[in-house]
């Protein structure tokens, strides 16, 4: 049993109650498994075939693993982060798990689920020891799809790194934006590099966020 803060009664009686929800529908499932076995109190023990045995026992299974989940799942407020990165990038190149070029399909080969509603707070970004002048500035910017990665939509959140590097080789940016599960995430790397626009040595990005 968890218990989001021992010192609050309210948090106390909220996770309390949460724990009661998940123990009455593991009890649901139990019986539901029960009486198709022919083993709950007072069942006829009629004739039962496989496919019914099988979805009772699915359903059993996936309400445990629920409330297994609903247990180990961060308490609220809880600051999480997503880490993307790329060996080599380009100018205007999209930054994902770092398993693939980018280009035209940038944003679609180059992304991240989200796991939950969440809520952006912010982007760290490095681009390592790639060498900046004093007068060169790389860009990145959270990208956010909800339509399966089809249209990419900017965040408006933007971390700079200003040159020279070294030593100016990271930046931060605080944000707020909410995302929700099942859209893709992705950073696009926008550099004024007169000299060479692609950066050899790849970088490094973390997006901060915070769930409900």
Do not use: W
């Given at each position: 049993?968890?218990?989001?803060?021992?010192?609050d009664?309210?948090?106390?009686?909220s996770?309390?109650?949460?724990?009661?929800?998940?123990?009455?529908?593991?009890?649901e499932?139990?019986?539901?498994?029960?009486?198709?076995?022919?083993?709950?109190?007072?069942?006829?023990?009629?004739?039962?075939?496989?496919?019914?045995?099988?979805?009772?026992?699915?359903?059993?299974?996936?309400?445990?693993?629920?409330?297994i989940?609903?247990?180990?799942?961060?308490?609220?407020?809880?600051?999480?982060?997503i880490?993307?990165?790329?060996?080599?990038?380009?100018?205007?190149?999209?930054?994902?798990?770092?398993?693939?070029?980018?280009?035209?399909?940038?944003?679609?080969?180059?992304?991240?689920?989200i796991?939950?509603?969440?809520?952006?707070?912010?982007l760290?970004?490095?681009?390592?020891?790639?060498?900046?002048?004093?007068?060169?500035?790389?860009?990145?910017e959270?990208?956010?799809?909800?339509?399966?990665?089809?249209?990419?939509?900017?965040?408006?959140?933007?971390?700079?790194?200003?040159g020279?590097?070294?030593?100016n080789?990271?930046?931060?940016?605080?944000?707020?934006?909410?995302?929700?599960?099942?859209?893709?995430?992705?950073?696009?790397?926008k550099?004024?590099?007169?000299?060479d626009?692609?950066?050899?040595?790849?970088?490094?990005?973390?997006?901060?966020?915070?769930?409900?």
């Amino acid at each position: 049993m968890k218990f989001e803060d021992d010192t609050d009664p309210n948090s106390i009686l909220s996770d309390a109650l949460e724990n009661l929800e998940n123990a009455e529908e593991i009890n649901e499932a139990a019986d539901n498994l029960q009486q198709v076995l022919g083993t709950e109190p007072g069942s006829t023990g009629g004739s039962v075939t496989f496919n019914d045995l099988l979805a009772a026992n699915e359903l059993a299974d996936e309400t445990v693993q629920h409330a297994i989940a609903d247990e180990l799942a961060p308490p609220c407020g809880c600051v999480l982060s997503i880490y993307l990165a790329a060996p080599v990038v380009s100018n205007n190149d999209f930054v994902g798990l770092g398993t693939s070029s980018g280009g035209a399909m940038g944003f679609v080969r180059n992304n991240v689920v989200i796991p939950q509603t969440a809520t952006i707070t912010g982007l760290v970004f490095s681009i390592r020891d790639n060498s900046l002048s004093a007068t060169d500035s790389v860009t990145a910017e959270i990208f956010v799809s909800t339509d399966c990665g089809v249209t990419p939509l900017a965040t408006g959140i933007i971390a700079t790194v200003n040159g020279p590097n070294p030593p100016n080789c990271c930046a931060f940016s605080p944000g707020t934006f909410a995302v929700h599960q099942c859209d893709l995430l992705s950073v696009q790397i926008k550099n004024d590099m007169t000299e060479d626009p692609a950066l050899p040595d790849g970088v490094a990005a973390t997006i901060l966020y915070t769930i409900p």
